[in-house]
């Protein structure tokens, strides 16, 4: 069986690894399509503690169920499926909640488990989410990104809102989209690369000017800023940015993480009493509603995909770092 096999920072390489065998409560996914994603490449370009090579890596994955284990319904075989990445421990008060994303012994297929860059992969059944026939492979890969984006937007915009997003990114453009969703009037838009900032602009939003984004932000919104900032980058200046950009009584949410850390001005979020909230992942019902977003064309993503073979993973990794005009590689399978 063919996999694409993480070996350390800058090394992926094409292997033959055992094929997978369910245990009791799992299913076999057989990949059809495996998107990259930005927590990918971090593992990717550097030596990361929470991506320990060799490693099998991928959770933006759509596939069909290839074997069950013992306990698992033998007519779910061949089932259209999309990964819902996050294994948690099923028991704990955050679980019970839906909050998997806070459970302290959850585990992210990619990442601590082999997961998509492969022909096959074995996860709990509760993983593999009945899918939508009807959308295509490589834009079904987008559900678990999406899901991120509704976490966000779903606790933190409201109808009227007027959005900030800093970088343009896939997650960046998804949070775009999500906060029209869920109501806001308009969605403002950053980012150094102007191929990414017309993406968004497709979506809807509309791009600010790139010298002082923060002040055209407050110059856009009548002298008030914006009620929302959301900060797909995760960089010192990006904070800062949106500190300057945020009306006060607003609310930041942190979502990227470009870097492990940074200084923050402390009279700002106290003078405007700023609310600042960190963003990992998503809880069952962000999934859920990803998944039904999908299956009702909510997200036209034109112009987003690129797909590739999973032989040339290497390439795809690489043309990502290397920053050569791609947006969303799509491996396949």
Same mark, same amino acid.
Not at 88 to 109: F, M
Not at 146 to 166: L, M, Q
Not at 227 to 255: C, K, N, Q, S
Not at 285 to 290: G, S
């Given at each position: 069986m063919r996999?694409?096999?993480? =070996? ?5 390489e094409?292997? /033959?690894?055992p ?9 076999v996914?057989?990949s059809?399509a495996?998107?990259i994603?930005?927590s990918d490449?971090h593992?990717f ?9 060799p ?5 933006e994955?759509?596939?069909e169920?290839?074997m069950?284990?013992?306990g ?6 061949g089932?259209?499926?999309? =990964?819902?990445p996050?294994?948690s421990c099923?028991e704990c ?5 839906g909050?998997?994303n ?6 992210l297929?990619?990442r601590?488990?082999?997961?998509g860059?492969a022909?096959q992969?074995a ?5 593999a989410?009945p899918?939508?026939a009807?959308?295509p ?9 999406i899901?991120n984006a509704?976490?966000v937007t779903s606790r933190s915009?409201?109808n009227?809102d ?10 960046g453009?998804?949070?775009a989209?999500?906060?029209?969703l869920?109501?806001?009037?308009r ?5 150094p690369?102007?191929e990414?900032l017309?993406?968004?602009e497709a979506?809807?939003a509309?791009?600010?000017?790139g010298?002082d984004?923060?002040?055209?932000v ?6 008030e800023?914006?009620d ?5 980058a995760?960089?010192e200046?990006?904070?800062a940015m949106g500190?300057?950009?945020v ?7 942190e979502?990227g993480?470009?870097?492990?850390s ?5 009279f700002?979020?106290?003078g405007?009493e700023?609310t600042?909230?960190g ?13 039904e977003l ?5 997200? /036209?993503p034109?112009?987003?995909?690129t797909?590739?073979?999973?032989e ?12 050569s ?9």
């Amino acid at each position: 069986m063919r996999a694409l096999v993480y =070996l350390g920072p800058g090394r992926m390489e094409l292997q /033959d690894v055992p094929e997978p065998t369910p245990g009791p409560g799992e299913v076999v996914i057989a990949s059809r399509a495996s998107a990259i994603c930005g927590s990918d490449l971090h593992g990717f370009r550097e030596a990361s503690p929470r991506r320990i090579p060799p490693l099998v890596m991928g959770h933006e994955t759509i596939g069909e169920i290839a074997m069950v284990g013992p306990g698992v319904s033998e007519r779910r075989v061949g089932e259209r499926v999309v =990964l819902k990445p996050i294994v948690s421990c099923g028991e704990c008060p955050w679980c019970a909640s839906g909050a998997i994303n806070h459970c302290a012994t959850g585990r992210l297929v990619g990442r601590d488990m082999a997961g998509g860059f492969a022909e096959q992969f074995a996860v709990p059944a509760a993983s593999a989410i009945p899918f939508d026939a009807d959308v295509p492979d490589e834009v079904a890969t987008l559900t678990e990104p999406i899901a991120n984006a509704v976490h966000v937007t779903s606790r933190s915009v409201g109808n009227g809102d007027r959005v900030f997003v800093i970088g343009a990114g896939p997650i960046g453009v998804l949070m775009a989209k999500a906060a029209f969703l869920q109501g806001a009037s308009r969605v403002l838009v950053t980012d150094p690369v102007p191929e990414r900032l017309r993406l968004a602009e497709a979506q809807g939003a509309e791009p600010v000017n790139g010298e002082d984004p923060a002040a055209s932000v407050v110059e856009a919104t009548d002298g008030e800023g914006a009620d929302v900032v959301i900060d797909a980058a995760g960089y010192e200046a990006t904070w800062a940015m949106g500190l300057r950009a945020v009306r006060t009584g607003g609310r930041i949410d942190e979502v990227g993480l470009g870097a492990a850390s940074g200084t923050v001005d402390f009279f700002a979020v106290l003078g405007k009493e700023v609310t600042i909230a960190g963003s990992y992942a998503w809880g069952d019902e962000d999934f859920a509603r990803a998944v039904e977003l999908m299956a009702q064309g909510a997200l /036209d993503p034109a112009g987003w995909i690129t797909t590739m073979p999973v032989e040339d993973g290497q390439r795809a990794f690489q043309e990502l770092v290397d920053g050569s005009g791609r947006f969303k590689i799509v491996l396949t399978f």
